[in-house]
């Protein structure tokens, strides 16, 4: 694989069209896009110009040739969802099913234990939507593993802090601070898929409402947490629909930011995953769903070049594979995700991690390493743990 991209020359020829001539140069010098622009660019623009431009992005936000990694582990506490989402194979709806489940104590110790083993800095925690877990369970969960092991805790999403809110008749801030003072540290940006109404009423009808889940994390930024944003592509949404999903957080980066707030401190981007355990891979219609690896790039290019205010953007190796992810890294992204210890989600619905569901950060090393980059520890903040120096690096 090639270590470098070319550099893109503002002003240089790309196509007989105006329309896309002047969105490169605008894109090219760090300006920012309009929609119209981010579409003329993703319909128009050649695959390997999108991804230059990217990487052009990537180097203004983080200089330098490093890529960084987390060393983590994944926790579902709990499989009992009432939400029924039709791209979901994990969870049970019915509490009382034989494969239905709450993590007790002991097992989430055995867990953490062997995380902390095998060096990670973080417990990420993430389940249903479960009503017959009261409020105070999340708050005592957080509780017990903040005061028995020394690691930082991000947990639930936004549509779980709105099944806090269903069941305890709580306000976001109030939710949201108790679980911090609890020791949360992170809110993950799960749950968003598309961030539009349209989509959502087709896939998860049931779910947080877009406009919702912005204004839980905007709640987040404001209590200090660290937060991500997510984009799962597939579900057949037009580009337009992505665009309202990249505007929403767009929009609510800038207040965040105007505000004061460290918003939202990375965006990563997946390919949706189905089989035949999902209703949506079972539908007449499952041909139509899903996107490819050229697709995968397009799209993740685009998002490095329209959220010109999230600094950072993560390659995802669990549902495209490491080759990929490596290709992720020159089309703007400068992380590589986590080691993903024990993943479940999209395992079940066919990922590449059912094959393989975590990654030594010796591996991760590796991947980035042979993507031509410097590997870098770092926690949840971005912060570096620690620098791999290498030979050869010409990112």
């Known amino acids: 694989m090639s270590s470098s991209v070319a550099p893109y020359i503002p002003g240089s020829p790309a196509s007989a069209c105006p329309d896309l001539d002047r969105a490169i140069d605008k894109a090219a010098s760090g300006t920012r896009l309009s929609r119209a622009e981010a579409l003329v660019l993703y319909k128009e623009a050649p695959l390997a110009e999108l991804g230059q431009l990217a990487f052009l992005a990537r180097k203004r936000h983080n200089p330098g040739a490093n890529v960084t990694y987390l060393i983590d582990r994944n926790i579902n506490y709990t499989n009992v969802c009432n939400t029924d989402c039709s791209f979901c194979a994990f969870y049970r709806h019915d509490p009382k099913h034989p494969e239905a489940y709450v993590l007790p104590r002991e097992v989430m110790r055995a867990k953490i234990e062997e995380a902390l083993e095998l060096g990670a800095t973080r417990i990420l925690l993430q389940g249903g939507h479960n009503d017959e877990l009261p409020y105070s369970f999340y708050v005592e969960m957080i509780s017990w593993i903040s005061s028995n092991f020394k690691v930082e805790i991000n947990a639930f999403s936004p549509s779980e802090i709105q099944q806090m809110k269903k069941v305890s008749g709580k306000s976001y801030a109030e939710i949201l601070g108790e679980l911090k003072a609890a020791g949360m540290r992170g809110l993950p940006g799960g749950g968003a ?39 799962v592509i597939g579900f057949g949404e037009t580009i337009e629909q992505r665009l309202n999903h990249l505007d929403r957080l767009r929009q609510a980066q800038d207040r965040s930011l105007q505000a004061g707030f460290k918003g939202f401190g990375a965006f990563i981007s997946w390919p949706l995953q189905f089989n035949e355990n999902t209703s949506i891979g079972r539908s007449r219609h499952a041909s ?26 993560q390659s995802s190796w669990p549902t495209l594979g490491p080759e990929v992810a490596q290709l992720g890294l020159h089309f703007g992204c400068d992380d590589i995700g986590s080691t993903m210890m024990e993943e479940n989600v999209v395992s079940q619905a066919g990922a590449p991690t059912a094959r393989k569901w975590c990654m030594s950060p010796e591996e991760l090393q590796a991947i980035i390493v042979q993507a031509g980059f410097t590997p870098a520890q770092r926690d949840t903040a971005y912060n570096i743990l620690r620098l791999h120096e290498v030979d050869n690096v010409s990112a």
């Open 193 to 231: 898929e598309i961030l539009d109404d349209q989509v959502r009423a087709r896939v998860s009808p049931k779910k947080i409402s877009a406009d919702e889940w912005i204004a839980v994390m905007e709640v987040a930024h404001s209590t200090g947490l660290t937060t991500t944003s997510t984009m």
């Open 288 to 313: 139509g769903y899903g996107a490819g690896a050229t697709e995968y790039l397009r799209n993740v290019a685009l998002c490095r070049l329209y959220l010109d205010n999230i600094q950072h953007h």
